[in-house]
């Protein structure tokens, strides 16, 4: 491994000899020859002197890394984000598509660069290990800590790269460093395609590309705004150097030996065969994170990471997993455990990693699965239906997006003389033909419609309202509307003797409110269950009780159900569980209709 420099340039110039053609030197050695194409010319070192790429002209480069440094996530150890701007039109403005926001990890204006430089790693803002004997040289003239500082330079993108080597290495003991070599550029990120922006960004005006980002007068001025700090930036010549020219008439500077459009990001995981992969694990009734609930990855019988949840606001995702074997093939199981919430280890997940199907995960990705998000209740002898439901708020296509979750009381109750004394209470279906998912009391009582608040079910005995009707026991717990903090339903059903309280079949429904409903609902979202539409927001209900997992649905692309790839024909319902007593189904069948007796209605009376 050797550290690319610090000069801000791709060449030594050679002062002494003269020499027309210094820009075709590396600039920093051992660094330069890990490049094949390096090698002696006259008397100095320079790019390809016998004419031919695809020979080498030195024997090192096969096992030697040549690293430069890349910048901050957010410019700086303190955080502060700010702009990388390239001028790439040459008008001396800002314009749209210039802006080379901080998480792309451009090199900073210090590295040295150039086609000798092989990969790039984290070197700005690198809080290591510093000496702790007193004084050493940083500590005495630039005030760097002993045992721990702030650090910039390609040494320190070095030592990324020697420990990333390493860590492969211990994968295969028997791998030659070439072989490592191969491995680490292999897997790395390309920046000509670096997070889907293309960073080979290069501001053509620049003359002389060896002192550019030393030209005070033009690049490396930071701009910091007070007043909107999306507006700060630091200009730069290039993002990665390149030899591709846009064609217009201002011609591009850069010479072969200073192109780094084959460059690699280090990407460790990549290189390990692992991946990373995210979830949201939340509390059903508050959706907040489960605090102190134990995940856990297994693949096959093997666990393979485990964590226990954090309620962390600054943390976008509750779960995280590292350093996950990549495993074609291999079964995958999620896991959660948390007392008073499960018994034991639950699987809430499992998927099987087939490589070549689209949305699975790649090596040195980090992934979130559609369906592995969980809201776990609390666990007692009720049942609990839980809807969960993805929502990307970085997505316009799907933020925000309203689910609901409907339950169908078994249609024979309640009895028809429930209190034995000659009295006849209707039986269902009880709102005309259609049973709304909020009011499930029947017509007359005094309950009955939408009221935002009792009209949500109970599941306590009729008489502490002094009624003499038999009550739903169930319980609608609450109806989010579309707040992105929590994209979840669910309802309970008392039991009686382990059973639900009525015997028959209960039925839970999903919807995605796109239509006017008897009940006063309204919205305007469709697609939400359309398999195949971009506003698809991949449900799946899950049935608990006594904190076990005792069934999931999912509405998934193995439905092979036409009316779930109907593209929001009025309002699209999708049939996911149904209860009775203790055989639980569920089910991949979707309709297009609101009410019964209409054509694809799946409603069930």
């Known amino acids: 491994m050797a550290a690319a420099g610090n000069d801000a340039r791709s060449a030594i110039m050679d002062w002494a000899h003269g020499d027309p053609d210094w820009r075709n030197h590396p600039a920093f050695y051992p660094a330069g020859w890990a490049d094949m194409n390096v090698g002696w010319d006259r008397n100095w070192v320079a790019y390809n002197p016998d004419g031919?790429?695809?020979?080498?002209?030195?024997?090192?480069?096969?096992?030697?890394?040549?690293?430069?440094?890349?910048?901050?996530?957010?410019?700086?150890?303190?955080?502060?984000?700010?702009?990388?701007?390239?001028?790439?039109?040459?008008?001396?403005?800002?314009?749209?598509?210039e802006n080379y926001n901080f998480y792309l990890n451009c090199p900073t204006w210090f590295s040295n660069f150039g086609r000798w430089v092989n990969m790039v790693a984290p070197g700005q803002g690198i809080y290591s290990t510093t000496p702790v004997s007193y004084p050493f040289v940083m500590n005495f003239f630039e005030g760097v800590d002993a045992g721990y500082g702030w650090l910039?330079?390609?040494?320190?993108a070095a030592a990324f790269v020697a420990g990333g080597a390493a860590r492969v290495w211990s994968l295969n003991a028997a791998q030659t460093n070439a072989q490592i070599k191969s491995v680490l550029i292999e897997t790395g990120f390309d920046p000509a395609d670096f997070y889907g922006k293309n960073q080979l960004a290069v501001d053509e005006s620049v003359t002389e590309p060896w002192k550019a980002e030393w030209d005070d007068n033009k690049y490396n001025w930071f701009v910091k705004d007070e007043w909107n700090p999306n507006d700060d930036y630091v200009r730069a010549p290039y993002c990665y150097p390149t030899t591709v020219d846009d064609g217009d008439p201002t011609i591009n500077p850069f010479s072969a030996a200073e192109d780094m459009s084959a460059v690699r990001y280090l990407n460790i995981a990549a290189a390990m065969n692992r991946f990373r992969i995210y979830a949201h694990l939340r509390e059903a009734l508050s959706g907040t994170p489960l605090d102190g609930a134990t995940v856990q990855l297994k693949l096959g019988a093997k666990i393979v990471d485990r964590?226990?949840?954090?309620?962390?606001?600054?943390?976008?995702?509750?779960?995280?997993?590292?350093?996950?074997?990549?495993?074609?093939?291999?079964?995958?199981q999620y896991q959660v455990s948390r007392k008073g919430y499960t018994a034991g280890f639950q699987t809430f997940y499992a998927f099987t990693l087939n490589?070549?199907?689209?949305?699975?995960?790649?090596?040195?990705?980090?992934?979130w699965a559609a369906y592995?998000?969980?809201?776990?209740?609390?666990?007692?002898?009720?049942?609990?239906?839980?809807?969960?439901?993805?929502?990307?708020?970085?997505?316009?296509?799907?933020?925000?997006?309203?689910?609901?979750?409907?339950?169908?009381?078994?249609?024979?109750?309640?009895?028809?003389d429930p209190n034995g004394d000659g009295g006849v209470v209707n039986r269902g279906p009880f709102f005309g033909n259609y049973q709304p998912a909020y009011d499930i009391y029947p017509p007359g009582h005094p309950n009955e419609g939408w009221d935002g608040n009792l009209g949500e079910g109970s599941l306590l005995d009729a008489f502490l309202f002094g009624e003499t009707w038999d009550m739903p026991y169930a319980q609608h717990n609450f109806d989010r509307w579309?707040?992105?903090?929590?994209?979840?339903?669910?309802?309970?059903?008392?039991?009686?003797?382990?059973?639900?309280?009525y015997p028959g079949t209960y039925t839970f429904m999903v919807t995605d409110y796109s239509s006017s409903y008897p009940d006063g609902g309204f919205g305007n979202e469709p697609?939400?269950?359309?398999?195949?539409?971009?506003?698809?927001?991949?449900?799946?209900?899950?049935?608990?009780?006594?904190?076990?997992?005792?069934?999931?649905?999912?509405?998934?692309?193995?439905?092979?159900d036409p009316?779930?790839?109907?593209?929001?024909?009025?309002?699209?319902?999708?049939?996911?569980?149904?209860v009775n007593g203790i055989t639980y189904s569920a089910f991949q069948d979707c309709g297009t209709a609101e009410l019964p007796g209409e054509g694809s209605s799946i409603l069930p009376y």
């Open 372 to 416: 592995a998000d969980v809201s776990v209740p609390q666990a007692n002898k009720n049942l609990h239906a839980v809807l969960d439901w993805t929502a990307k708020p970085w997505d316009p296509e799907i933020r925000g997006a309203n689910l609901d979750l409907f339950l169908w009381l078994p249609d024979n109750w309640p009895p028809a």
């Open 355 to 367: 490589a070549s199907a689209p949305g699975m995960p790649v090596p040195g990705d980090g992934w």
């Open 563 to 578: 009316n779930c790839y109907d593209e929001g024909v009025n309002a699209d319902f999708w049939k996911a569980l149904t």
């Open 527 to 560: 697609n939400r269950l359309d398999i195949d539409s971009g506003q698809f927001v991949y449900p799946v209900v899950r049935l608990w009780s006594g904190g076990k997992l005792l069934k999931t649905a999912e509405l998934n692309s193995e439905s092979t």
């Open 482 to 501: 579309g707040d992105d903090r929590l994209p979840a339903e669910s309802i309970t059903i008392r039991t009686k003797s382990g059973l639900p309280w």
């Open 52 to 97: 031919d790429e695809n020979l080498a002209d030195n024997t090192l480069y096969h096992g030697l890394i040549s690293v430069g440094a890349a910048r901050h996530e957010y410019g700086h150890e303190d955080r502060s984000e700010f702009w990388l701007w390239v001028d790439t039109d040459e008008d001396d403005e800002m314009d749209g598509g």
């Open 307 to 332: 964590m226990v949840v954090k309620a962390d606001r600054d943390r976008w995702f509750s779960v995280i997993l590292n350093n996950i074997p990549y495993q074609g093939g291999g079964v995958y």
């Open 152 to 156: 910039d330079g390609t040494s320190q």
